[in-house]
């Protein structure tokens, strides 16, 4: 394999200088590179971390016998076959200490390792993204692959036109390069490289104790740490699952995760056969180290009601666990396959408590969840806003419009916020906040904020499962299934709801809580809404109710006339006066030679103004019409 380098020269804003003292001319230009690539039609650089670069190995074993100490350098870790190398050298003397690493036995390329929002540290090796526009072929991609020395490794089964692409010759200097010409010769819709990088991870489990749930029914007490909470600082959970805990309509919600323990007693219930986009034939199922997934499964739908730990918000509900990651890495494509597989196979609600770098490539197959899911209804996708305290940009693919993006509140009901002072905290791209850390005292993560924040739900101090049995946990990671549990209420109440109505009640009934202004913004369509809360904190009760409107039929001015009428609702069938405030009263009729039938799920309930005159027929039945019961 041919070996091959990227160094950067300071020629813009974006980029980031190196030392050069020690390289002749010529070399300090032959280590020039130009990195950047097309997102949204934007030629974008992204930054360049410092002291890390990402080292290719013929195998692992030649790791051992790299004279890196010499150099000042170490192996921070391994993936995909590959070292993840550190040392000052790389900052104070970056070009020479590159070359010098290039040049020992077993390496096979030395690459940049970049830094995207709330830390995360991306890198590449040989292998592209693309989508071709509607009108071209794969003919014309393979002869233009062929000329260029690339080829196709595969045509992704779910979306015509994208494909996984690799260099033949792995030169270096034509990675970045391709992905731009590829979107300059008109092929593409887009060409970005496949980012890979360690696990997406924004949680952090805290200390398994004191097992109450603050998000079913704030007490007042302390959760966790911290002062106490505030009573009423929570979801509404018990008043919601007098109405339904989920279950009746097998409402799926998809965990994109680095997977789910598969055999814990509180979640084996729930959980359908799952999938491992890593390739790794787990079936969804998390390996060791791995645990995240299992964090968020539980808080969205642990079981409910079976005598033993914790309740998820939809605990009725069914899990499907897909593996997107591995123990600490993942890559584009990974997440790209995630969701095609979740939408195409039954999920309705994706959760996604990770970020990673802006992709065309993930955008797509979010745009086809929403698009064709749920037999065209389309799946509602929401993801965590991040854990560094911005107040201007969340994380990806939080901030993609489409996504709901969630940011975490605590037991006060605050958005949970970093401290003003964050000098002893290890967390890059951590933000100081503006006001002293909140009500529960942890100070080294705050919830993302901004213009693009849909919605909060609690991210502090979440009970839930663990790969061993139960603990804590915290980031807008615990917030993100928080918020999907209660999507998936609503559409087990309707399930005839379409992504954008599903979303609007999740929104709009979100209660206005804490210490916050919330007013008509531009931008923000489904009521008052708040930089640091979005639309307030996830109300599973008034989101219930609405949805429970939804999928009521009500009735009234009406004369039925001689025909057949068969009124099928899926909870209640209210008919007479008064029964809808946005409709005057008026009498409902049925009048001779009719034949009217009312079927409904929860009750039909005949208010004065109703009358079924002599002659006519007219039946009420309550009928098993995929109704979910009361409580479940």
Known sequence: MQKHIYTILSTSLFLIAISTQCLSQTNARSLATDVSYYYHDERIQPDIADGIVLVGLEDLKSSQTLPLRNAGL????????????????????????????????????????????????????????????????????????????????????????????????????????????????????YAEPNFIGKAPVNYIPNDPEVPNQFTIDNAGIVYGGGAPGVVGA???????????AGGCEDIVIAIIDDGVTLTHPDLVANLLPGYDATGGGS????????????????????????????????????????????????????????????????????????????SSAIEDAIDDAIEFGRGGLGCVVLASSGNSNNPTTLGFPGRYGPVIAVGASNACDERKRAAADTTDCDKPGLIPDPEDVSCDSVSCWGSNYGNNLDVVAPGQYVRTTTTGAYGW??????????????????????PNLNQPD?????????????????????????????????YGICNAQVAVQQALISASHYIQNITFGPFNYNYVARYQILAGSNVNNNAAPGPVTVSPGADVMFDAGWRVLLRPGFTATSGSEFEARIVNIAFCPIGG
């Open 74 to 189: 170490g192996i921070e870790s391994y993936f995909w076959g590959h070292a993840v190398v550190k040392g000052p050298a790389l900052n104070s003397n970056r070009g020479e200490t590159m070359q010098q690493l290039l040049d020992m036995p077993g390496v096979t390329f030395v690459h940049p390792v970049f830094q995207f929002e709330n830390g995360l540290n991306l890198s590449y090796d040989d292998e592209l993204l693309l989508r071709l526009h509607d009108d071209k072929t794969e003919t014309e991609l393979i002869i233009y692959l062929t000329q260029h020395g690339w080829e196709i490794v595969k045509a992704n089964q779910y979306r015509k036109g994208a494909y996984l692409i690799r260099s033949q010759s792995s030169s270096s200097e034509e990675y970045f390069s391709m992905a731009r010409k590829l979107y300059e010769s008109g092929l593409c819709r």
């Open 234 to 244: 929570d979801m509404r959970l018990e008043e919601a699952w007098n109405v339904t």
């Open 283 to 358: 079936n969804g199922a998390h390996t060791s180290g791995d645990g995240h997934g299992t964090f968020c499964a539980g808080t969205a739908a642990a079981v409910g009601d079976n005598g033993i730990g914790v309740a998820g918000v939809a605990y009725n509900c069914r899990i499907l666990p897909i593996r997107a990651y591995s123990t600490d890495s993942s890559n584009t494509s990974f997440f790209v396959d995630a969701f095609d597989w979740a939408w195409n196979n039954g999920a309705d609600v994706l959760s996604n408590s990770w970020g990673w770098g802006s």
């Open 473 to 494: 946990f915290q980031g807008t990671s615990a917030a993100c299934p928080n918020a999907a549990g209660v999507v998936a209420l609503i559409l087990s109440i309707n």
């Open 502 to 534: 599903a979303r609007e009640i999740l929104e709009e009934t979100c209660r206005r809580g804490g210490p916050y202004s919330y007013s008509q913004t531009v931008g923000h369509p489904n009521g008052d809404w708040n930089n640091e809360m979005g």
